[in-house]
C-alpha cells in the first residue's frame, strides 16, 4: 500500500512538474498564496512538538505531516475569524489549525467522541470537539454560530452533503478546504464537478487537499500545484 502510493506521487509530480512553484500565475494574490504560503518551508513554533505526539494518533484518519504543516500556514496566512471542521478524523488536522490560528474552531465528528482525540485537543482551549450524527452536528452549528471564515471538510463520508448544506451562507471571505478529492473515484468526479460549480470561484488542487475560495469579484479560475 504503502509502495502503490509512493508510486502515485512520484507519477503525479512528474505530471505536474510544470505547476511547480507558481509558474505560468499571473494573479498577485495567488502566487504569493502558492510562494509563500504553499512552498514556505519556516520551521514554525509548534511543528515539532506536534510531531512527536503524531505517531500515537496515526492509526486514526490523517493527512501526512508535510499537509498539516500546510493547513498550519493556510490558517496563519487567512487569519479567520472563526473555523470549522467536518469529520475530525485523528484531530491532528484540528490542532495545526488551532495552533496557527487562535480563533474558535468548532470540529465535528462522526460517532461518539473519541477519548484519546478528546484529550489531544484539550490542549487548545480553543477548539470544542462534538461527536455524533455529523450533519445534524453542522446543522446545528451553522445555525448557532457565526459563519466560519475556513472551513476544512475532512475525513467524513459525508463530504458532498456537508458541503451543499455549507454553500448557502459562503461568503467572499470563505475559504473551504477539500481533504483528499482523489480518495476514490466517486470524489474524484465530485471535487471536479466542485472545480466546473459555477457557485464556487477560485479554486487548487494540492491533490492531498483542495481549496475553494468564494469571491465573485473575481474571474474564476483553476490552480494545479506541485505539492508532493
Given at each position: 500500500?504503502?509502495?502503490?502510493d509512493?508510486f502515485?506521487?512520484?507519477?503525479?509530480?512528474?505530471?505536474?512538474f510544470?505547476?511547480?512553484?507558481?509558474?505560468?500565475?499571473?494573479?498577485?494574490s495567488?502566487?504569493?498564496?502558492?510562494?509563500?504560503?504553499?512552498?514556505?518551508?519556516?520551521?514554525?513554533y509548534?511543528?515539532?512538538?506536534?510531531?512527536y505526539?503524531r505517531?500515537?494518533?496515526?492509526?486514526l484518519?490523517?493527512?501526512?505531516?508535510?499537509?498539516?504543516?500546510f493547513l498550519?500556514?493556510?490558517a496563519?496566512y487567512?487569519?479567520?475569524?472563526?473555523?470549522?471542521?467536518?469529520?475530525?478524523?485523528?484531530?491532528?488536522?484540528?490542532?495545526?489549525?488551532?495552533?496557527?490560528?487562535r480563533?474558535?474552531l468548532l470540529?465535528?465528528?462522526?460517532?461518539?467522541?473519541?477519548p484519546?482525540?478528546?484529550?489531544?485537543?484539550?490542549?487548545?482551549?480553543?477548539?470544542?470537539?462534538?461527536?455524533?450524527?455529523?450533519?445534524?452536528?453542522?446543522?446545528e452549528?451553522l445555525?448557532?454560530?457565526?459563519y466560519?471564515?475556513?472551513?476544512?471538510?475532512?475525513?467524513?463520508?459525508?463530504?458532498?452533503?456537508?458541503?451543499?448544506?455549507?454553500?448557502?451562507?459562503?461568503?467572499?471571505?470563505?475559504?473551504?478546504?477539500?481533504?483528499?478529492?482523489y480518495?476514490?473515484?466517486e470524489?474524484?468526479?465530485?471535487?471536479?464537478?466542485?472545480?466546473a460549480?459555477?457557485?464556487?470561484?477560485?479554486?487548487?488542487?494540492?491533490?492531498?487537499?483542495?481549496?475553494?475560495?468564494?469571491?465573485?469579484?473575481?474571474?474564476?479560475?483553476?490552480?494545479?500545484?506541485?505539492?508532493?
Amino acid at each position: 500500500m504503502i509502495r502503490r502510493d509512493l508510486f502515485l506521487r512520484i507519477a503525479n509530480w512528474c505530471m505536474r512538474f510544470r505547476h511547480r512553484r507558481g509558474y505560468g500565475v499571473h494573479s498577485p494574490s495567488d502566487f504569493f498564496l502558492i510562494t509563500f504560503v504553499v512552498y514556505e518551508d519556516m520551521p514554525y513554533y509548534p511543528f515539532l512538538s506536534l510531531h512527536y505526539l503524531r505517531e500515537d494518533l496515526e492509526y486514526l484518519p490523517h493527512y501526512r505531516e508535510k499537509t498539516d504543516k500546510f493547513l498550519f500556514r493556510l490558517a496563519n496566512y487567512w487569519q479567520p475569524a472563526s473555523m470549522l471542521e467536518i469529520g475530525t478524523g485523528s484531530g491532528l488536522q484540528a490542532r495545526y489549525l488551532a495552533e496557527a490560528k487562535r480563533a474558535p474552531l468548532l470540529t465535528l465528528d462522526d460517532g461518539q467522541a473519541k477519548p484519546e482525540v478528546a484529550k489531544f485537543l484539550s490542549g487548545c482551549k480553543n477548539v470544542a470537539y462534538e461527536g455524533g450524527n455529523i450533519l445534524r452536528l453542522l446543522d446545528e452549528a451553522l445555525a448557532g454560530r457565526e459563519y466560519p471564515e475556513l472551513v476544512h471538510i475532512g475525513h467524513t463520508p459525508y463530504y458532498k452533503e456537508a458541503f451543499e448544506r455549507l454553500l448557502p451562507q459562503v461568503t467572499e471571505r470563505t475559504c473551504m478546504i477539500i481533504g483528499s478529492p482523489y480518495a476514490t473515484r466517486e470524489k474524484k468526479q465530485w471535487w471536479k464537478r466542485v472545480i466546473a460549480d459555477p457557485r464556487t470561484g477560485v479554486t487548487f488542487d494540492l491533490y492531498d487537499v483542495g481549496l475553494v475560495f468564494f469571491d465573485k469579484k473575481r474571474v474564476k479560475e483553476h490552480r494545479i500545484v506541485n505539492f508532493f
